[in-house]
């Protein structure tokens, strides 16, 4: 069993920005896809971004396009979520997510992913 934990959530103002990050304890972490996803209370779980570790594959959901950047850190098992120019909208609990390999089509699908963070609370409000 993988171990996902997330870090970096909290509090900010609209238009403010955020990093988030998750961190796994896994020797062959770098075999796999690692993804965010987040959801409010009385929807369904959200994609966000996917990035494929040791290569350059990223998805993004076009809610975010242009304001979030996930990216990996070079010899660590782990990824980053870059949050610019939030929106009250983008209030949620985030989740990080670790899976196999998954082509780009299939990275927003959350049964991509075997294994999932506790979550980390974003709040955008002013």
């Known amino acids: 069993q993988v171990q996902l934990l997330e870090s970096g959530g909290g509090l900010v103002q609209p238009g403010g920005s955020l990093r988030l990050s998750c961190a796994a304890s896994e020797r062959t972490f770098g075999t796999y896809t690692m993804a965010w996803f987040r959801q409010v209370p009385g929807k369904e779980r959200e994609f966000v971004a996917a990035?494929?570790?040791?290569?350059?594959?990223?998805q993004y959901a076009d809610s975010v396009k242009g304001r979030f950047t996930i990216s990996t850190e070079n010899a660590k098992n782990t990824v980053d979520l870059q949050m610019n120019s939030l929106d009250t909208k983008d209030t949620a609990v985030y989740y990080c997510?670790?899976?196999?390999?998954?082509?780009?089509?299939?990275?927003?699908?959350?049964?991509?992913?075997?294994?999932w963070g506790p979550g980390t609370q974003v709040t955008v409000s002013s």
């Open positions: 990035i494929r570790w040791r290569g350059y594959a990223t």
């Open positions: 997510a670790y899976g196999p390999y998954a082509i780009i089509s299939a990275m927003p699908s959350p049964a991509s992913y075997r294994f």
